[in-house]
């Protein structure tokens, strides 16, 4: 079992940055790839990046390439998403994920076991 705690959502205006943090529990956290999803009002809920279990390799959906970049501290059960140049197409909830799928299977949101309860991003204009 993996809990998850997101935090560092927000209210920010266009063109600014926030980073979210994710804390896991469990010792078995390095052995998980993990994820940000999300999702805004009317709208199903939607991948945005995802880092493997030892943190080499990482990958994006192309609306936040260039601007988001996820990380993580296997040290410190944590996973993390910078996030700049946010723009209002960004404002949603963010979720953070975790599965034992790795590679392209690893963008499906069905593929993850195991979720936080989300942190509000809200990008005013």
């Known amino acids: 079992q993996v809990q998850l705690v997101e935090s560092g959502g927000g209210l920010v205006q266009a063109g600014g940055s926030l980073r979210l943090s994710c804390a896991a529990s469990?010792?078995?956290?390095?052995?998980?790839?993990m994820a940000w999803f999300r999702q805004a009002p009317g709208e199903q809920r939607a991948f945005v990046a995802r880092i493997s279990s030892s943190g080499g390799s990482t990958f994006y959906t192309d609306s936040v390439k260039g601007r988001f970049t996820i990380s993580r501290d296997n040290a410190k059960n944590a996973v993390y998403l910078e996030m700049n140049s946010l723009n209002s197409e960004d404002t949603a909830v963010y979720y953070c994920a975790a599965t034992r799928v790795s590679g392209l299977m690893a963008t499906q949101a069905p593929r993850y076991d195991f979720w936080g309860q989300g942190t509000q991003v809200t990008v005013s204009s």
């Open positions: 469990g010792r078995t956290f390095s052995t998980y790839t």
